[in-house]
């Protein structure tokens, strides 16, 4: 099998992520780190053992051997550097979301059609074990016919007005905050494991902290606890902190969502109920391996993540044995895997998420930032 030479643009918590994952592979290698600065790029190549660092991805982009580049950096700059990397003649893998409008998502689609362009969109949290076996119950109807959708993306690493990171700032993030980086987990999750579009919602947003202490030094995602009051610049926010949306699924299911960066207690809680005519199902991102199962006339139950029990068609989501925990990492390395398996086969079957669904959530976005100006359903 050939090594495929892969770099990854974006030295902070998912640029980290991205290039661990991608070592699992075996056939790709990291030969090239980008970052705003030199120092930047090259206190990660040291890091990580990667001898190629640049402050300019641009640099990049004429080297032949690099075929494929993870896109990691602020939202802003998702759109402008994936359409030049396609436009080299190079696949893509973009963190979400894709961009900051319906119209630059579009663009991308685009782009990708005319540069016959391997494109991924990160909707790693698809590709838990036990997220998939969800998916292949609703399909196989042991959960009958989809009823009502139920959930949360709840974490609290933005709780008091000293947290920051670059997502608050709308001129990095783009206008949404808690919805574009979280609530869209949770509405692509539900799309993927239901078959459902979402056809009409109802937003309504609330940002708590209408003034934020930045911090006078970058700090990196999830980090930032330990600053002292003279370390900070107080900045007006415009961006949300909760956001919670009614939803339509189809013509029958409805439902209901909340997403917020402001939940004490809450890390990485994402949560999806799914209930249907004839079972329902809970799963929670901060016990990836357990699923429940409810029932209406006999005791409703819970499973543990084994490969061997699972779904025959989610099985290969899942590398471990039972009883060995498969989590965020793992996750990411599924994606990847699939990936860059078209990478290296450009005919063979794309399992990932692409442009083209980051484009329908850029859609179902600007709607949530629509119902919530408008106080109103709006349909999708």
Not at 157 to 181: A, F
């Amino acid at each position: 099998m050939r090594k495929i030479k892969t770099a990854v643009i974006g030295t902070g918590f998912m640029g980290r992520v991205h290039t661990e994952g991608i070592r699992r592979l075996g056939n790709v290698e990291v030969v090239a780190v980008a970052d705003v600065t030199a120092e930047l790029a090259q206190r990660f190549g040291q890091q990580f053992g990667i001898e190629r660092t640049t402050g300019d991805y641009r640099a990049l982009l004429s080297d032949p051997q690099i075929e494929a580049v993870h896109v990691c950096t602020p939202n802003a700059l998702h759109y402008p550097m994936s359409k030049e990397i396609m436009q080299a003649g190079k696949h893509v893998l973009c963190e979400k979301p894709l961009a900051i409008s319906s119209a630059e998502a579009e663009d991308l689609v685009e782009v990708a059609k005319a540069q016959k362009a391997a494109n991924c969109l990160n909707h790693n949290l698809r590709y838990y074990p036990v997220v998939q076996h969800i998916r292949q119950m609703v399909a196989n109807g042991d959960l009958g016919d989809v009823l009502v959708v139920q959930g949360t993306y709840s974490q609290d690493w933005l709780l008091y007005d000293t947290d920051w990171n670059w997502r608050i700032d709308s001129k990095d993030n783009g206008p949404l905050r808690v919805m574009g980086d979280i609530g869209s987990h949770w509405m692509d999750m539900v799309q993927h494991l239901t078959g459902l579009r979402i056809t009409s919602l109802c937003a309504d947003l609330q940002i708590f902290h209408k003034t934020r202490k930045r911090p006078k030094v970058a700090v990196e995602t999830f980090a930032g606890k330990t600053l002292r009051p003279e370390d900070y610049h107080e900045i007006p926010i415009d961006t949300e902190d909760f956001g919670a949306v009614l939803v339509r699924l189809g013509e029958r299911a409805r439902g209901a969502f909340t997403a917020s960066q402001v939940n004490t207690g809450c890390k990485n809680r994402l949560q999806m109920e799914i209930y249907g005519s004839k079972a329902g199902v809970i799963w929670n991102q901060e016990r990836p391996d357990e699923l429940w199962i409810g029932q209406r006339n006999t005791p409703s139950y819970l499973i543990i993540k084994d490969p061997a029990l699972l779904a025959e068609k989610a099985r290969g989501f899942a590398d471990l044995p039972g009883g060995h925990g498969e989590g965020y990492d793992d996750a990411h390395k599924q994606v990847f895997r699939r990936f860059y398996q078209t990478v290296a086969d450009r005919s063979a079957p794309v399992d990932y998420p692409t442009f083209a669904d980051g484009y329908q959530m850029m859609c179902l976005l600007e709607k949530v930032l629509e119902s919530h100006n408008q106080r109103a359903w709006v349909e999708v």
